[in-house]
């Protein structure tokens, strides 16, 4: 069946780093975009990053530009989150899902949804 | 950034009666493509946000169809014909005509 399995969250302090991964399996994993998104305790749901089928293609909310990184690995069908220089406000449950797309043309997709979430990781960001 | 607003924030419900969620854009979700990517989640306690509905009222691989969307421009709605026990949760509407994504602060929906 379509499964996303994320880990990697744990207790990290200010300052600190943290990679997260996300592990793909009952679909063509290459054939995706996907994304993280993120949880606040108790809050609501806030969008991270985005990245395209092949990685060419990579967004980030502004509150994680320049310290968070997407990326893939399409062979071992896996996405990761590498966290850099951590802040409390990052302290989430982050999930990853799979992008439904829309084809313009064979050069432009638009983002549809997000139709398969994985159960989440929890990343805690504290002294 | 588009600003996505639900109400009601809490909805309570008799098991067997409609309920109704409220979704406005602070700007038009009509992409250039003519499509408007409206979507709206279930998050049921404890558990990871579920896709119910896309392009505002296309039902997902699964979902009943007392679950419909509708709505326009900036208004949309997701409605529960007849709410049951297991529609417990927090629903979020999310755009995604526009970078950065977005989503609604959601609506609690509970049984009275």
Redesign the interface.
């Given at each position: 069946q379509v499964q996303l399995v994320e880990s990697g969250g744990g207790l990290v302090k200010p300052g600190g780093s943290l990679r997260l991964s996300c592990a793909a399996s009952g679909f063509t994993f290459s054939d995706y975009y996907m994304s993280w998104i993120r949880q606040a305790p108790g809050k609501g749901l806030e969008w991270v990053s985005y990245i395209s089928s092949s990685g060419s293609t990579i967004y980030y909310a502004d509150s994680v530009k320049g310290r968070f990184t997407i990326s893939r690995d399409n062979a071992k069908n896996s996405l990761y989150l590498q966290m850099n220089s951590l802040r409390a406000e990052d302290t989430a449950v982050y999930y990853c899902a799979r992008v439904r797309i829309v084809w313009l043309n064979p050069m432009i997709v638009v983002v549809d949804a997000f139709d398969i979430w994985g159960q989440g990781t929890m990343v805690t960001v504290s002294s | 950034d588009i600003v996505m607003t639900q109400t009601p924030l809490s909805s309570p419900v008799t098991l067997g009666q409609p309920a109704s969620i409220s979704c406005r854009s602070s700007q038009s979700l009509v992409?250039s493509?003519g499509?408007t990517?409206l979507?709206w989640?279930q998050q049921r306690p404890g558990q990871?946000?579920?896709?119910l509905i896309?392009?505002i009222s296309n039902r997902?691989s699964g979902v009943p169809d007392r679950f419909s969307g509708s709505g326009a421009g900036t208004d949309f709605t997701l409605k529960i014909s007849r709410v049951e026990a297991e529609d417990v949760g927090v629903y979020?509407c999310?755009q995604?005509t526009q970078?950065?994504?977005?989503?609604?602060?959601?609506t609690k929906v509970e049984i009275k």
């Open positions: - | 992409h493509d499509n990517y979507s989640l990871p946000p579920r896709l896309y392009k997902f979020y999310m995604a970078f950065p994504l977005t989503f609604g602060g959601g």
